[in-house]
T-cell receptor, first 113, second 118 residues
Framework: SAVISQKPSRDICQRGTSLTIQCQVD?????MFWYRQQPGQSLTLIAT?????????ESGFVIDKFPISRPNLTFSTLTVSNMSPEDSSIYLC??????????FGPGTRLLVL | AQKITQTQPGMFVQEKEAVTLDCTYD???????LFWYKQPSSGEMIFLIY??????QNATEGRYSLNFQKARKSANLVISASQLGDSAMYFC???????????????FGTGTRLTIIP
């Protein structure tokens, strides 16, 4: 199984600022994803991070707010831009190789004041 | 329309008893997969068990088993001999294949908070 790490594990940010979250997988994977989990809610897919091309965003999420990079098969970043208190959530990275189990990173707890 | 439905927001179970967490799903695809994840208070998502739509046998992983009833579109998680450490949120998720290139996405249910009572 893939081992996934995320940095930072948590952060407290001021509104209007941006935060970049890093996701590192210990092996090459086919697909990487970013999810948001708002307080007391389930997980919602933000986007699929595509290696070498623009991410594929789900309805309700846009590149200007959540720019994503995936420069290689093991690493991706998610930036939460121009943050507001409504962006306070857990952000989770996941990864999968074809037909295998989708594994998750430990998550990044973000609080926006 | 809700693709994954978990109708039990919370459950309380006595330690050592078995527990069944319900999950129903909605899809017209022939090929799909169903996952169960556990999320303790630390926030990490821990993979528990997987069932593919073409798998004829119910999946089992240690104390976890998945009661897959394809015609009823249900994929209930059964935990045998529950332990205090089983207290957590449990999410059912469905894997849908987006293209012929193996692209996929997961859709999650709303979760069930399981509390094991000593």
């Amino acid at each position: 199984s893939a081992v996934i790490s995320q940095k930072p594990s948590r952060d407290i940010c001021q509104r209007g600022t941006s935060l970049t979250i890093q996701c590192q997988v210990d092996s090459q994977v086919t697909m990487m994803f970013w999810y948001r989990q708002q307080p007391g809610q389930s997980l919602t897919l933000i986007a699929t991070a595509n290696q070498g091309s623009e991410a594929t965003y789900e309805s309700g999420f846009v590149i200007d707010k959540f720019p994503i990079s995936r420069p290689n098969l093991t690493f991706s970043t998610l930036t939460v831009s121009n943050m507001s208190p409504e962006d306070s959530s857990i952000y989770l990275c996941s990864a999968v190789s074809s037909g295998e189990t989708q594994y998750f990173g430990p998550g990044t707890r973000l609080l926006v004041l | 329309a809700q693709k994954i439905t978990q109708t039990q927001p919370g459950m309380f179970v006595q330690e050592k008893e078995a527990v069944t967490l319900d999950c129903t799903y909605d899809t017209s695809d022939q090929s799909y997969g169903l996952f169960w994840y556990k999320q303790p208070s630390s926030g990490e998502m821990i993979f528990l068990i997987y069932q593919g739509s073409y798998d004829e046998q119910n999946a089992t992983e240690g104390r976890y088993s998945l009661n897959f009833q394809k015609a009823r579109k249900s994929a209930n998680l059964v935990i045998s001999a529950s332990q205090l450490g089983d207290s957590a949120m449990y999410f059912c998720a469905m894997r849908e294949y987006i293209s012929n290139f193996g692209n996929e996405k997961l859709t999650f249910g709303t979760g069930t908070r399981l509390t094991i009572i000593p």
